[in-house]
């Protein structure tokens, strides 16, 4: 059993910048930042696997950078350029299958979250 904790959400202004981590207890192969907003189905933002290879969502590519430090068990996503329309809660995923790109934002997929964290930006 692995166990995920995000921090670093918040509140931003439009064009603004936030670095969210998320801590886990053990190994995995993949991990992934997937959001939720008020009223939309969760969807996958960005994608890593343990080899350093990444997916990212079109809505976020070039604004959004994923990362991972392997020897600490964390999990990081970048956001800059952030937009109203990335407000949401935040979560991390993760799981020891190794994903290709097609089943990388597919949530079944992924054997641990975490609670979340809060994003909120204003325009």
């Known amino acids: 059993q692995v166990q995920l904790q995000e921090s670093g959400g918040g509140s931003v202004q439009s064009g603004g910048s936030l670095k969210l981590s998320c801590a886990a207890s053990g190994d995995t192969r993949c991990m992934a930042w997937f959001r939720q907003a008020p009223g939309n189905e969760r969807e996958g933002v960005a994608g890593?696997?343990?080899?350093?290879?990444?997916n990212y969502a079109d809505s976020v590519r070039g604004r959004f950078t994923i990362s991972r430090d392997n020897a600490k068990n964390t999990l990081y996503l970048q956001m800059d350029g952030l937009k109203p329309e990335d407000t949401a809660m935040y979560y991390c995923a993760a799981t020891p299958m190794y994903l290709l790109s097609h089943g990388m934002f597919i949530d079944q997929n992924y054997n641990y979250w975490g609670q979340g964290t809060q994003v909120t930006v204003s325009s």
């Open positions: 890593i696997r343990s080899d350093g290879s990444t």
